[in-house]
């Protein structure tokens, strides 16, 4: 079993930044993989960014260039830090891990971004 644990949400204007972290309850050296997923009123979840274990990531084209995923193997946490926020990204994130052929899901943390 592998608990995960969002922070850092909030409310944001436009334009500005937040930082969300996920920590999770096992070493992260156990996981080939960790993403944060995002889901808006109304519309299905869907990927943000993913990080491997070596440190290589992908990011949805809708947040390229303003996020960046990371991973800190020693605090078994990853960081999604948020530049240039727009009301679209408005959603619950959500940390995701497969381990053991079993998908793991944090409880979501808000972030909200208005004037």
Known sequence: QVQLV????GL???GGSLRLSCAASTSIFNFNYMGWYRQ????????VAVIARVGSSIYADSVQG????SR?????EVHLQMNSLEPEDTAVYYCHVDYKSTTFWGQGTQVTVSS
């Open 6 to 9: 969002e922070s850092g949400g």
């Open 12 to 14: 944001v204007q436009p």
């Open 40 to 47: 808006a009123p109304g519309k299905q979840r869907e990927l």
């Open 66 to 69: 303003r996020f960046t995923i």
């Open 72 to 76: 800190d193997n020693f605090k078994n």
